[in-house]
């Protein structure tokens, strides 16, 4: 005689409405799949209740938000540091046609029996090469700042994520034992990441790094403004 079936776990997916769009499939194709699970399954008592159906959907669109809003702010992160490579390029580019110049108006002046005009007058390209390098890192400076502020939202995002993913979890497990007045556990998640970020010896090197890239911009400004000096006088 044959072994009736057993009944087999499924786990089932709640179609998510994309853009305030309806969800395909609907409800009604969830309770099917929730039945088919059997009464004393978790689904079947989460189909059986419309507060804990509710809050299973509300917390897997809010799943689907946190996701695209991650993917979004990737793209800004990648946008930012390819916008700062491209002005560091432009950065050493500059200063390398400046000395490149002002090494050729050097050798024209010496040509000219002429040199200590030139060399009075260092002032003017120095100026403007600390003028044009001041605006270039203040550039870089503000892509920087935005690739960061980008990247503690998506750190914070994920931590919301992982809070998320643990609720759901936790709901899916218990069925219609869960508590509706529980919510995921976001402020643990974000007190970690202040605490961390917040610590005081921690917090020069955070600094440090996450301007490092303007520091060493404004040390070759400063070092190549006496280079007019030295090479129109030398």
Known sequence: MAEPAKNEAHVVEIPVAVDGGEAS????????KAAAAGEGHPLGEIAASEGHLLLLKLWQREEDRLGRRACALEARMDAARRDAFYLCAAFLAFHGLSLALLFAASVVAAAATSPSA???????????????????????????????????RLRRDRGDARALARAVQELRLKGAAFDLSKEP???????????????????PLRWFRQNVVTACLLAVAAAALPSGKFILCA
């Open 25 to 32: 499939g609907g409800e009604e194709a969830f309770l099917d």
């Open 185 to 203: 556990q976001y402020g643990v998640t974000r007190a970690k990441c202040a605490s961390v970020e917040g610590a005081g010896l921690w917090a």
């Open 118 to 152: 030139a060399c009075r007058r260092w002032w003017a390209p120095s100026s403007l090469s600390l003028a044009a390098s001041l605006a270039l890192a203040a550039a870089v400076q503000l892509r920087v700042g935005a690739y960061w502020r980008a990247a503690a």
